[in-house]
Every structure is written in structure tokens, then in C-alpha cells.
């Protein structure tokens, strides 16, 4: 697989946007994305995703001129119509208008609604970290998970992330799916040609396979407690904004998806020194802590990931032959 500098594969990213006549401002902020993604090994969520947009904007299905309107419901609360803008342009903004309501009243939330596949959800929790903020956001997804007892796929992967601003290092950030595994590593897994994990998805029958290409349905993480975490986050992100549909089955058709965005302003509740410091104690013990056999250290949620992302803006990231070919003009 090819090695390209982070620079190099943004800006690549960005012109092959342009050409599909994509906005210069939000093809800047979907490579970004992307790229976020690439640098810290989440290649489900990378460049293998860019393929299935540009159908999607060739479809019309991705607004590339969006009217994205903001409602403020009181002085803590907006709600967010984002036209089947890139999901990327707008969780970004509902992010900055969670910051300034939290900035403003102590806590903020906006509720998004008509929106798109918006990426690892992580980058907006380091949005709001270098704000200062604490944010929890829940994202609904496609219909791809089996509820705790089923077949067929009825809940979407929905993840749950949160971020904690860290001082001067980099934030707490956990970003996970309510399901084993998202279903973009099943396409990366169809891509390469490997097995998963019989933990990752079901067939038809609603058996565990290994063969990627027979994935009809995800498994919940945890079972029962994954699917009813799903169910909720469906209710908030879903059903309380309006809407769900699929990206996966029917690029015919816009997608329908929601985020509850919450962002904490510490300074509500204490002295932010007091707050940094608290976090920093909190950091310290976990690192002190005695590890298990088979571990070097405990690691907070997000640092391995860190780690790499690190390791990519010297060294550049590694991206599929496909990948490769899709975007060999932009970076030759």
C-alpha cells in the first residue's frame, strides 16, 4: 500500500470533492475529517468512505449547496436542519453552536436533523476539547445492527463518544459504536479480502460469520446492553429530531439521520484551574496504576490512537490500492 504525507492525502481528498462541484469550504472540512481518520488507523471511517459520496452526490442525495438553518429554542438549546449537507459540514457546525450556547449559559445542546454520514465522530469531541468544553455526542446511523434476540438489522451502529479537555495534552476522547465493530471495517475487511471476527456480523440465517461478504446484519456490543443503548440513542438522535434511513442499501434515497450534541462548560460548576487539575490528577492515577499481565501501562480512552496520529504526521499514512487509484491525479 502506498505511503502519503497527511498534507498530501487532505488536499487530494479536497480537489476530487471540488471536481464533483463541491463547496471549496466543506470539501476542505470532509477531507479533514477523513484525514483525522486515516492518521490515527480508523481507515473505516478514511478515504474508503469517499467512493460511496461521491455516488451519493452524483445521485443528488448530498446537498452540495445546502440551506442549513439554525432554530434557537431557548438560550441553551438549537436545533439544526441540515439539508443532506455532508453529515462532516454539519455536525462541525452544530459542534460551534453546542460550544457558544455552553460558552454562553454553562451547557449547550443542539439536535440535528435531516443530516448525512458525518465521519469519526471523535474529531468533534476534539472540537469542542480545544474549546474547553466536555461534550457527549450521540449520533444514529444506518439500520445495519440486530437488536439483542433478532436476525435481521433494525437498530443502527449509533456510537456514543464523549470528549474531556486535557490542559495542554490531548483530550480524553472515547468514540465508539454501539456494535462490535462499525460497518466500514466489514468494507474494509470486503476491500482486502480477509475474514472478521464471527463477534462482528450475522448472515442471512442470523448466524455469526467470518466472510465479510455474507454480512447481512452487525451484532450489538454487550448483547442486550449495546442494543439497548442503540435503541436510545435512536430516540434521541432519531426520532426526536425526525427521521431514519439508510446509505447502504438505497442510494436512491436521502438519508434521514440525527446527532444530540451536549457541550459542558466546567466553568459552571468550578474554577477551571480546579477542573484541569482534577483531570490531570485523574490522568496521573490511571497511568500509575499497576497493569495487567500483557499490558505496558494503562491507557486512556484515545491515546493509542494518539499515538499513531503522532506517528503519521512524521512518517505520512499508508492507504489502500483502491484508494490509491481513486485519487492518483490529485496526488501525482
Not at 466500514?184 to 448466524?207: C, F, H, S, Y
Not at 446492553?225 to 427521521?243: C, E, M, N, R, T
Not at 477551571?272 to 490511571?286: C, D, I, R, S, T
Amino acid at each position: 500500500m502506498p505511503t502519503i504525507t497527511l498534507e498530501k492525502l487532505k488536499v487530494a481528498i479536497q480537489q476530487k470533492l471540488q471536481q464533483a462541484d463541491v463547496l471549496a469550504e466543506h470539501a476542505a472540512i470532509v477531507a479533514d475529517v477523513l484525514t483525522f481518520a486515516e492518521m490515527r488507523g480508523v481507515q473505516s471511517h478514511g478515504v474508503i468512505r469517499l467512493p460511496l459520496y461521491l455516488r451519493r452526490i452524483a445521485q443528488g442525495h448530498i446537498t452540495i449547496r445546502p440551506d442549513i438553518q439554525v432554530t434557537y429554542l431557548n438560550d441553551a438549546v438549537c436545533k439544526i436542519n441540515g439539508d443532506f449537507a455532508f453529515g462532516h459540514v454539519v455536525a462541525k457546525k452544530a459542534t460551534d453552536e453546542a460550544v457558544a450556547l455552553a460558552k454562553k449559559s454553562g451547557i449547550g445542546l443542539a439536535i440535528v436533523s435531516n443530516s448525512t454520514h458525518c465521519g469519526a465522530v471523535g474529531y468533534y469531541a476534539h472540537q469542542a476539547a480545544k474549546e474547553g468544553m466536555i461534550s457527549l455526542l450521540l449520533t444514529q446511523a444506518d439500520a445495519l445492527v440486530a437488536p439483542f434476540g433478532g436476525r435481521d438489522a433494525y437498530l443502527g451502529v449509533n456510537p456514543i463518544t464523549y470528549g474531556v479537555p486535557n490542559a495542554d495534552a490531548e483530550p480524553i476522547v472515547l468514540d465508539m459504536s454501539t456494535s462490535n465493530a462499525a460497518f466500514g471495517k466489514v468494507m474494509v475487511a470486503r476491500e482486502q479480502n480477509t475474514e472478521i471476527p464471527p463477534t462482528w456480523g450475522l448472515d442471512a440465517d442470523g448466524n455469526p460469520t467470518t466472510n465479510p461478504h455474507e454480512v447481512k446484519a452487525l451484532q450489538a456490543i454487550a448483547g442486550a446492553k449495546g442494543s439497548g443503548l442503540a435503541l436510545f440513542i435512536d430516540v434521541v438522535a432519531g426520532l426526536l429530531p425526525g427521521g431514519n434511513d439508510t446509505m447502504y442499501n438505497d442510494l436512491s434515497q436521502h438519508r434521514h439521520l440525527g446527532q444530540f450534541i451536549i457541550a459542558i462548560n466546567p466553568a459552571l460548576f468550578m474554577q477551571p484551574e480546579m477542573f484541569a487539575k482534577g483531570v490531570q490528577n485523574m490522568v496521573a492515577g490511571l497511568h500509575e496504576a499497576v497493569p495487567a499481565p500483557g499490558f505496558k501501562q494503562v491507557q486512556l480512552p484515545g491515546e493509542r490512537s494518539a499515538e499513531k496520529a503522532q506517528k503519521a504526521q512524521q512518517l505520512g499514512v499508508r492507504i489502500s490500492e483502491s484508494a490509491y487509484d481513486l485519487l492518483k491525479e490529485e496526488l501525482e
